[in-house]
């Protein structure tokens, strides 16, 4: 198993940045892809930006495309990711997420393929 504890969400002006953190314990890090998810009042959660075990992989909701940054650190057992030019409607609730895979480049950005979650961190973006 492994459990997972966000960090670094806050408030912020539109157009700032913002850097999350997941801190993983309990596995071996390196042997689970990760993903961070959000989900905005009244809406559903969904997916933002995945990255492959390896760190050789990465992929982003076209919402975020070139605004976000995903990254992790396997001998740190951490996941962030970066968050620039924020926008009020980036305001949710971001998870981090952990499955297993026997293959290295392996993302998904389908919540069911993910079977650890954290808490959540709340990020605000103020217009």
């Known amino acids: 198993q492994v459990q997972l504890v966000e960090s670094g969400g806050g408030l912020v002006q539109d157009g700032g940045s913002l850097r999350l953190s997941c801190a993983a314990s309990g596995s071996t890090f390196s042997n689970y892809y990760m993903g961070w998810f959000r989900q905005a009042p009244g809406k559903e959660r969904e997916f933002v930006a995945g990255?492959?075990?390896?760190?050789?992989?990465?992929y982003y909701s076209d919402s975020v495309k070139g605004r976000f940054t995903v990254s992790r650190d396997n001998a740190k057992n951490a996941v962030y990711l970066q968050m620039n030019s924020l926008k009020p409607e980036d305001t949710a609730v971001y998870y981090c997420?952990?499955?297993?895979?026997?293959?290295?480049?392996?993302?998904?950005?389908?919540?069911?393929?993910?079977?650890?979650w954290g808490q959540g961190t709340q990020v605000t973006v103020s217009s």
């Open positions: 990255i492959s075990r390896n760190n050789g992989a990465t």
């Open positions: 997420a952990a499955g297993s895979s026997i293959l290295y480049y392996r993302i998904y950005d389908r919540q069911a393929s993910y079977v650890y």
